[in-house]
Structure formats: C-alpha cells, structure tokens
C-alpha cells in the first residue's frame, strides 16, 4: 500500500519532469538545426514572443531595443498619467536632480551668444579654486575650440561634466587680460540646490523657496531655518509654487518640522501595499514659528503632501491657486540595461482622509490638459469658478472644510496677476530684450556691482543710474518703440524685472528674490496676512 501511495505521489511529478525536459530538448535541438520554419510553443509571455519573431523573422534588420524602448513606454501609457519609463540616457539627470549633486566644475553660464559667459562660480568648487571668476568667456575645452561653434549647450555642459577626480583644461577670455588664461580644473561634486533662498522679509517673517523635494532638501530647509532664527523668525512662509515635488521623505521631515508629536502626516494604500502610515516625532524645530505655504497649480504630488499635512491639522494657512492634483505612489524598478520604471504602486492620503488625485481616464490628453482647462474656465481669475462634490467634502479638526477629488485648494484664493502685462510687455520679453539687456549690462558693470552685498544695495545703485531709462533706449534700438501700447501699464513691472535679473547675476537668488518680492502679489498677500495675525 505505502508503494502504491508512492507511485501515486511521484508519478505524476516523473512525468512533468520528463515533459519538461523535452521541451527543453526540442527547443535545443530547433535552435541547433537552424530550421526557422517551425518554433517550439512554450508558454512564454506574449510580448517577448512577439519582439522574438520581429527580430527573427521580420524583412530588414531591426534594434531589439528600439523594440523594447517603444514598447515598454506603451504598456505604461494603459495605466495611469505618472507611470514611466525612464531610459538609460536619461537616468544621469533624474538622478543628478533627486540626488540633489553632480559631478563637474561648478559654474552657472549664459550661453546666449556663440560664447558661454561665465555668470556664477560656485564658493569652494572647482573653478573657484583655480581661479576662474564670473565674467570669464569659456573660448576652449582641452584643445576644443567652443566658441563661435554655435556649440548646443547640453554639449558643453557634456565637455565639462565628467567623473569626480579627472581633470579639465579649459581656456578662458578675461576682460582687460590680453591673452587666453589657461586653467586645469580637477572635478568634484557639486551641489544641486533644491532650496533656493532662505532671507526675511520683514524684521519678524522669514521665506523659504524650495523648488524640488530631493536628497538634501532637508538639510537645506533646516540650515534656512537656523539662518533665519538668528535673524529674528517669528513667522514663516514656505512657497511651493512650481515645484512639482520629488521625494516623499523630504516632505515629511519638513511637515514633522511644524507638528506636534503623534500627528498623522500623511498615509499611503495600495492593492500591493498595506495601509503605511506616517507621524510626527518630538523633534519639530519650527513648532513654535506660524507658518503660511504658498501653492499654485505646478505644485505637486510631495509638495501637496506638505500643504495638506498643515492644511489638515490646523497648523497654518494655505495662500495662493488649486494645486496641481497628484497623489499617487512611485516606486522605481531598475532593468538590465540601466533604465528605469517608475511605478504606481499606491495612492497617498491626506490626514483627513482625502485623496487629492485628480480624475484620469483613458484619454490621457484630457488629463495632461487639465491646468490649461482651469485657465479657460477662469479658475486662475476667479475662486468661484470651482465646485466640489459634496461627496469629496472632509472637515479638520478645528472644523475647517477641505475637498478630496484634486488638489489642495488653498485657505486664502490669490488670482493670477495679470497687472502689468501690455503688448509692449509681450514684446520686449517675446524678442528676448530683457534677458539680454540685464544680462549684458551685469556683465559689463561687474566692476561696479561685484562690491555690493546684499539685494538692496544693488536695487540702489540701479535706481541712482537710472536703469530703467537706459532699458527703455535699449530696446527702442531693437524696434520696440516706448510708443507700443501698454508701456505705461507697465512700467512698473518690467522696472522691478531689470533689477532683480541684474542682481540675480551678480548675488544669484539672493539678489532676485528680495526685489522681485515687490511685484510678488501672492507672496504679498501672504505677508499682509502674518502681520495682521
């Protein structure tokens, strides 16, 4: 009996063995005998067959991974907006940019002529060690000649870019030095920062821009928050708008900054994924600081996890348009070849409750046009032209009304600010005179800008030369007459623009930010509303 129980057992697994291994032997066998007119059916996935036979069978000789490359980016497109594939040769910059560094010789230059003009030179980097200084026309790289090539930027950044140790000669054109200065550049890394100025803006409230949630995002805020403490910071103002997010760690850690210990940040659910929940610890360095967040309709996805986590606990108040409407889950899956899925594999929630992901459907064209809709039906100009359903209706704790179904919607409505916009506006921007006026006149005064310190400073002296005026003659010489209607109306923004693009090419954002402030409606309205409080 206990032989026969046996038998019962085993058979059947000698028989699928034996079957097994004939299909692999015939598979073998079809393989070694050449003969393509007849395939052994296994039970393969379906698209793999298909790309076999493409490259087996098919009349001309075809790229298995252009195959593969067209492919995989069309499966994703059957599942929702923000699943991806991201390939090999793209993966350097979405790293650089998440990782928040890359490796090269730390320099920010204009490339609006045929020659790279040297604008910023990052503090202890490269270049600053080897002496090249802002201003300097990048003429050579190791022997190359690059000027005058109408060389594409992405192919310079390329010449100068390379791995953290090697070397680069580049040959530079100084003003007032007659000839090439020649420097040898040992690369290194050199930060990508996703925070771009921390400064106050009155004696009490502090701004922080941040553009990207990446690696160091946290550290960076951090730093801008001891910087602003020192300064006196008794409220703040984190703006968002624009940034489309990024890591969903750096939103947290930055919402924990804000809360009191135990409170629910944010959770995550999926088919795959167990309901993930994420609190507040004890260690929140701002939770005395009151805090506005500034939002538009580009902000997304982490940056929506950070607005929600104070909209919802009642911590601050949200100032500024609908966000964009992104709450679903990426996690990267890594293929053989270097590239990269990115997958939805949850959707994320606000603590109370409600999911900001805005409808998707099949036709993806009405999704990736969703902001352009909103601006057609004047939600950018006015709050009442949005609705919610009653079923998308959540309340905080305090009692405050918030929506689900897309987007954060802010506490206080801004418009978007359409006051200063003219034809002679669209012109002097469309035709590039105001990127090129500011730039060329930083560049040829560096003499006289390069001592100022500080935003204000410069804003001073630029109002002592009348630059304003000088722009005006400018672009009269480039065919946009001070006659073209609108100038008057806008005056006042293009003014503040010529200044604050000057300074930002002699401080960086440091110098743009704190005079751009003055045309900044949004930000405004922020700090009219701390200072009342």
């Not at 058979?11 to 692999?24: D, H, R």
Request: charged share 25%; aromatic share 10%.
């Amino acid at each position: 009996m206990a032989e026969k129980k046996i038998n019962k057992i085993y058979l059947p697994i000698l028989f699928a063995i034996i079957l097994i291994a004939g299909i692999i032997l015939g598979s073998s066998l079809s393989k070694n005998n050449g003969n393509h007119s007849s395939y052994v059916y296994q039970e393969e996935d379906k698209l793999l067959r298909i790309i076999n036979y493409i490259e087996q069978r098919y009349v001309d000789t075809v790229s298995r991974e252009k195959l593969e490359n067209a492919a995989i980016p069309a499966i994703l497109e059957e599942l929702d907006p923000h699943s991806v594939y991201i390939p090999v040769d793209d993966m350097q910059q979405v790293s650089e940019d998440l990782r928040g560094n890359f490796e090269g010789i730390g320099v920010v230059f204009n490339h609006q002529t045929d020659t790279a003009i040297i604008i910023n030179v990052i503090s202890g980097g490269p270049s600053d060690k080897a002496g090249v200084i802002a201003g300097d026309r990048i003429i050579k790289v190791n022997d190359s000649l690059v000027a005058g090539q109408n060389l594409p930027s992405n192919d310079l950044v390329g010449m100068l870019k390379g791995e953290m140790g090697t070397r680069v000669k580049v040959s530079l054109e100084r003003k007032g030095v007659p000839e090439l200065i020649e420097v040898e550049i040992i690369r290194d890394k050199i930060p990508l920062y996703s925070v771009d100025v921390a400064y106050m803006v009155t004696n009490e409230i502090g701004y922080i821009k941040i553009n990207r949630f990446a690696e160091t995002t946290f550290k960076e805020f951090l730093k801008g928050v001891e910087k602003l403490k020192k300064q006196n910071l008794k409220k703040l103002i984190v703006d968002l708008r624009g940034n489309n997010g990024g890591y969903m760690i750096a939103a947290t850690n930055i919402a924990d900054q804000f809360l009191e210990e135990g409170q629910l940040i944010v959770y995550t659910e999926g088919k795959a994924s167990p309901r993930q929940e994420i609190y507040s610890t004890s260690r929140g360095v701002c939770k005395d600081i009151e805090v506005v967040v500034l939002q538009d309709e580009w902000a997304a996805s982490a940056s929506e996890i950070l607005a929600g986590a104070i909209q919802d606990n009642d911590r601050g108040t949200i100032i500024g348009r609908r966000s964009f409407g992104k709450g679903l889950v990426q996690e990267a899956y890594p293929l053989s070849d270097g590239s990269v899925i990115r997958l939805t594999v949850a959707r994320y929630y606000t603590p109370t409750g409600r999911s900001i992901q805005k409808p998707y459907n099949d036709d993806k064209m009405e999704y990736y046009n969703d902001i352009y809709n909103r601006f057609q039906h004047g939600e950018f100009e006015a709050e009442d032209s949005i609705h919610f359903a009653d079923s998308l209706k959540y309340t905080t704790p305090e009692g405050k009304v918030v929506f689900g179904g897309g987007g954060i919607m802010p506490d206080i409505f801004v418009p978007i600010d359409t006051t200063g916009y003219s034809k002679y506006y669209s012109e002097i921007v469309q035709k590039g005179i105001l990127q090129d006026f500011t730039f060329n006149y930083a560049d040829e005064n560096r003499g006289k800008l390069n001592p100022f310190k500080t935003a204000e400073e410069i804003n001073n002296y630029l109002i002592s030369v009348e630059i304003f005026d000088q722009f005006v003659a400018y672009a009269s010489q480039k065919g946009v007459q001070q006659t073209v209607k609108g100038f008057d109306k806008s005056k006042k923004i293009i003014d503040t623009q010529i200044k604050a693009l000057i300074a930002r090419n002699i401080l960086d954002n440091d110098g743009y930010y704190p005079i751009i402030k003055e045309i900044d409606r949004t930000l405004n309205v922020a700090v009219k509303f701390l200072e009342n409080k």
